[in-house]
T-cell receptor, first 109, second 115 residues
Framework: GQNIDQPTEMTATEGAIVQINCTYQ??????LFWYQQHAGEAPTFLSY??LDGLEEKGRFSSFLSRSKGYSYLLLKELQMKDSASYLC??????????WGAGTKLIIKP | IAGITQAPTSQILAAGRRMTLRCTQD?????MYWYRQDLGLGLRLIHY???????GKGEVPDGYSVSRANTDDFPLTLASAVPSQTSVYFC??????????????FGPGTRLTVL
């Protein structure tokens, strides 16, 4: 079966760095996406990785290791507005997205 | 219209009633999707459409039907609602075409409660 695992909840301090991990087992791989979802709102796109390595985009970076079935999202200089759920999703061989349950990130002052 | 709109924003529905959730996009995207999101679970694909005139079943299609008469609209119908269909429903679209980099854009969601 297909499976995406990520921690249910994490807590971090404003100004700090946090790493949210995602492991996956899917039928085929056509890329891994990270989305941000604030409470009561729609998910919005953050990043896409298809090759191994680190993709940096401002305060956010995403890493992929295809051989390990592993990705992480790194958030630097945390701000209160970063409090949200972070969703990991893998595009399978049928070009459909398989979604993790999301990691709720709580930022404390 | 900018992006994707969904209607209604929320709805309380009696079990056994028929309900259509509406979704419209103005980005001329080929592909459209319907997901449901339940607490503790990831987004689950109900139905999708790769292009106007075609539809396909996702992970949890039972009890739902869709149509794609044109590029912009992708309504989702619950023929006879049951309490287990209580959820938040998101419509999404992407450029499609089988491309791997296929960012999906989401509508604001419809919160449906079936009593």
């Amino acid at each position: 079966g297909q499976n995406i695992d990520q921690p249910t909840e994490m807590t971090a301090t404003e100004g700090a760095i946090v790493q949210i991990n995602c492991t996956y087992q899917t039928s085929g791989f056509n890329g891994l996406f990270w989305y941000q979802q604030h409470a009561g709102e729609a998910p919005t796109f953050l990043s896409y990785n298809v090759l191994d390595g680190l993709e940096e985009k401002g305060r956010f970076s995403s890493f992929l290791s295809r051989s390990k079935g592993y990705s992480y999202l790194l958030l630097k200089e945390l701000q209160m507005k970063d409090s949200a759920s972070y969703l990991c999703a893998v595009m399978d061989s049928n070009y459909q997205l398989i979604w993790g349950a999301g990691t709720k990130l709580i930022i404390k002052p | 219209i900018a992006g994707i709109t969904q209607a209604p924003t929320s709805q309380i529905l009696a079990a056994g009633r028929r309900m259509t959730l509406r979704c419209t996009q103005d980005m001329r995207h080929n592909a459209m999707y319907w997901y449901r999101q339940d607490l503790g679970l990831g987004l689950r694909l109900i139905h999708y459409s790769n292009t106007a005139g075609t539809t396909g079943k996702g992970e949890v299609p039972d009890g739902y039907s869709v149509s794609r008469a044109n590029t912009d609209d992708f309504p989702l119908t619950l023929a006879s609602a049951v309490p287990s269909q209580t959820s938040v429903y998101f419509c999404a679209s992407s450029e499609g075409g089988g491309a791997a980099y296929n960012e999906q854009f989401f509508g604001p969601g419809t919160r449906l409660t079936v009593l």
